[in-house]
């Protein structure tokens, strides 16, 4: 019996780990960016690019009601992915007599996209912080789309089962490797600690 148990711990063991290689790499290396964040900033850049909205569009963008937040016409947002490659069929629009303004949030950094309702112009402006800016916000799961937030479960869940099956093989091979305990110890005691005398909320 402990021979199967063996085999089934050590056959999950790495297999979540294989599964969670890279991803775990990738967090790590972004904890330590995101831990450090003040001293790696970058200083963000701009890219402006403009276009024109067809005229079988203007009629849309004329008729949205001025003030407040407004959805985005379908149409409108069609156009805006092909002109511009950004999706804002699900964002609001801010809409005065004189533009329609949309936030297009990504990772480590924004958009804007300003049409102007007078001339049928548009413009589509990303500011971006930089690639370390990129990975922090992937960490975060922030602005990156809900693809990205299923890897992020994934990967959680691929963790659980890689730190579960580790206890698992050091509870089994525990008796003949005598640090074993204390050094499984200071990994739960060391947090706890620093979070009692050090963290002050």
Request: hydrophobic share 50%; net charge neutral.
């Amino acid at each position: 019996m402990r021979a199967f148990w063996l085999r089934q711990l050590h056959s999950w063991h790495w297999i979540s780990a294989a599964l969670s290689l890279a991803g775990m790499l990738l967090f790590a290396v972004t904890g330590l960016t995101l831990n450090h964040a003040g001293s790696l900033s970058a200083r963000p850049s701009q890219e402006e690019r403009q276009a024109a909205v067809p005229a079988r569009l203007q009629a849309a963008l004329q008729t949205l009601p001025d003030g407040g937040d407004q959805p985005v016409p379908p149409a409108l947002a069609r156009w805006a992915a092909e002109a511009f490659a950004i999706d804002i069929a699900e964002l609001a629009a801010e809409v005065d007599a004189d533009e329609v303004f949309v936030t297009v949030p990504r990772p480590g950094g924004e958009g804007a996209l300003r049409l102007d309702r007078a001339t049928a112009s548009a413009s589509y402006t990303v500011t971006s912080r930089g690639w370390v800016a990129y990975f922090n916000d992937l960490h975060k799961g922030r602005h990156a789309g809900r693809v990205w937030s299923w890897f992020i479960d994934g990967m959680a869940a691929s963790c659980i089962v890689f730190t579960l099956t580790g206890f698992a093989l050091l509870w089994m091979h525990g008796r003949a490797r005598p640090f074993t305990w204390p050094l499984a110890g200071l990994s739960l005691l060391a947090p706890v600690l620093i979070a009692l005398l050090f963290v002050h909320g």
